[in-house]
């Protein structure tokens, strides 16, 4: 079936350095990928995320770059503040009723 | 304004028990889901719905059924508990059109002992 590999699961930057989680997708159909957040005991939630027709997007200190080709998106996080400590999660969407397709997660710890 | 809502946040329950996880959301979205999420692993697909009267399975539906009677509640059925249920369940809804993305409760976490 299709699926979505996210790597690393684990990552620990320190405070201020950028942070860089890769994400692969399988599925040649997907055309839209978000990025969610995760704090602990709550529900997922959007940060940023980015359609086929587009190669990168920007939003403050949070970008995202697709490559097509390749099938794969990162997520870029530069100057980490303590606040980034979270698990994240990307997805890519399958089907015709815009269900997505989730990778395993990442824990990122911003090191004081 | 409230969003996606979840009832319970916490449960245990007893192998062969049934139980109804609650999702309301306020926002008039047609699309709504159930994910559950096991430990280091990603959001697993359930059930979906794309508007009242309307479900549909999703990746892992054995052992769970929903429903849809208003655009507002997508409740999750549980009918006999097994130890394999033991998660944190999600909804989710999103609105009409390509540009709009999932949002989600805050979960219920079940315990199946």
């Known amino acids: 079936g299709e699926n979505v590999e996210q790597h690393p699961s684990t990552l620990s930057v320190q405070e201020g350095d950028s942070a860089v989680i890769k994400c692969t997708y399988s599925?040649?159909?997907?055309?839209?990928f978000p990025w969610y957040k995760q704090e602990l005991g709550k529900g997922p939630q959007l940060i940023i995320d980015?359609?086929?027709n587009v190669g990168e997007k920007k939003d403050q200190r949070i970008a995202v770059t697709l490559n097509k080709t390749a099938k794969h998106f990162s997520l870029h996080i530069t100057e980490t503040q303590p606040e980034d400590s979270a698990v994240y999660f990307c997805?890519?969407?399958?089907?015709?009723?815009?269900?997505?397709?989730w990778g395993a997660g990442t824990k990122l710890i911003i090191k004081p | 304004n409230a969003g996606v809502t979840q009832t319970p946040k916490f449960r245990i329950l007893k192998i062969g028990q049934s139980m109804t996880l609650q999702c309301a959301q306020d926002?008039?979205?047609?699309?709504m889901y159930w994910y559950r999420q096991d430990p280091g692993m990603g959001l697993k697909l359930i059930y979906y719905?794309?508007?009242?009267?309307?479900?549909d399975k999703g990746e892992v539906p054995n052992g769970y059924n929903v429903s849809r009677s208003t655009t507002e509640d997508f409740p999750l059925r549980l009918e006999l508990a097994a130890p394999s249920q033991t998660s944190v369940y999600f909804c989710?809804?999103?609105?009409?059109?390509?540009?709009?993305?999932?949002?989600f409760g805050d979960g219920t976490r079940l315990s199946i002992l």
């Open positions: 926002m008039n979205h047609n699309y």
């Open positions: 989710a809804s999103r609105g009409q059109g390509s540009n709009q993305p999932q949002h």
């Open positions: 980015i359609r086929s």
């Open positions: 997805a890519a969407s399958i089907g015709s009723n815009y269900q997505l397709i």
């Open positions: 599925d040649s159909a997907s055309n839209y």
């Open positions: 719905s794309v508007g009242a009267g309307i479900t």
